[in-house]
């Protein structure tokens, strides 16, 4: 089973064993409310392992499982509007997949579960109150991607060994990204490296600070772990083979949009996440 969808069913279990047996109900069937953090279409593969763990454990969508996407494009600003429309639908249970996601569920609701299947420190972006005690009605897992932020800069140095400018590749408004980027900056110092950081708020940002790379002559990339980051992979790692620069990630799916296509002075690199799971609510 490749690692998300392990994760997908990891998250389905959880759904599963806490919650569906406590919402059926003779002639019910039990409703799950998606909340992605961005465009299904760049995301079709998660939901499939997500459907498919769903299965595994004996619920199949359309027969005792209802699975409720929200309606109209998915973006940012529209997320609050979109958990409200699951609440107003009396799902049983949202799966809310990022920190964004989980935060815009939480403002609409204290009563249904929200699980989520893949998010960065729920204690530091304060969705929970600590791992052991989590409370409130958030549960699911994490990928800890801050204290993965500063092994990824280690290793990049270890590739490209004479590099002492870095260029770190983010969306500043994500409430994940100020951990990471201090976690960057703590490895940057002790290896004596210097950080640019290049910010994106929006598509038309991604050909401006690419050339400020070019310009101010990063030695390599290091993308933060952001639903906007991930969605816009492909276009980002085309421009990072435009410029040339050595480039690491957190995901997978960036070496598959094309970053293993490379000439041999450039050296994609995806880092593994690390899993931890906090109690039920």
């Given at each position: 089973m490749k690692k998300k969808q392990v994760l997908f069913a990891l998250a389905t279990f959880i759904v599963a064993s806490f919650h569906l047996a406590d919402a059926q109900q003779p002639g019910k069937i039990p409703r799950i409310g998606i909340l992605p953090p961005g465009p299904i279409s760049e995301r079709v593969h998660l939901w499939e392992a997500f459907r498919q763990g769903l299965r595994e454990l004996g619920y199949v969508e359309g027969q005792n499982i209802i699975l409720v996407f929200p309606s109209g494009e998915v973006k940012p600003e529209r997320l609050h509007d979109l958990a409200a429309e699951l609440?107003?639908?009396?799902?049983?249970?949202?799966?809310?997949?990022?920190?964004?996601?989980?935060?815009?569920?939480?403002?609409?609701?204290?009563?249904?579960?929200?699980?989520?299947?893949?998010?960065?420190?729920?204690?530091?972006?304060?969705?929970?109150?600590?791992?052991?005690?989590?409370?409130?009605?958030?549960?699911?897992?994490?990928?800890?991607?801050?204290?993965?932020?500063?092994?990824?800069?280690?290793?990049?140095?270890?590739?490209?060994?004479?590099?002492?400018?870095?260029?770190?590749?983010?969306?500043?408004?994500?409430?994940?990204?100020?951990?990471?980027?201090?976690?960057?900056?703590?490895?940057?110092?002790?290896?004596?490296?210097?950080?640019?950081?290049?910010?994106?708020?929006?598509?038309?940002?991604?050909?401006?600070?690419?050339?400020?790379?070019?310009?101010?002559?990063?030695?390599?990339l290091i993308a933060l772990d952001d639903p906007f980051v991930f969605t816009h992979r492909t276009r980002i790692v085309k421009l990072a083979a435009k410029s040339r620069l050595p480039e690491i990630y957190g995901f997978r799916e960036f070496v598959e949009a094309g970053a293993s296509c490379r000439t041999r002075r450039t050296f994609p690199i995806c880092t593994g996440a690390l899993l931890l799971t906090w109690t039920k609510y």
């Open positions: 609440v107003s639908l009396k799902v049983d249970v949202i799966v809310a997949a990022a920190v964004v996601a989980v935060q815009a569920a939480k403002e609409v609701t204290k009563t249904i579960p929200i699980v989520t299947p893949i998010i960065s420190d729920p204690v530091e972006t304060r969705l929970v109150a600590s791992l052991a005690r989590p409370g409130g009605n958030i549960t699911g897992l994490s990928y800890m991607s801050s204290d993965l932020s500063g092994k990824r800069l280690e290793l990049l140095r270890e590739v490209v060994p004479r590099m002492s400018r870095v260029a770190v590749l983010s969306n500043p408004a994500a409430p994940g990204v100020p951990v990471q980027m201090r976690e960057t900056k703590q490895a940057a110092q002790a290896l004596g490296i210097q950080l640019q950081r290049l910010e994106v708020r929006s598509p038309d940002d991604f050909e401006r600070v690419f050339q400020a790379a070019t310009k101010e002559r990063a030695g390599a």
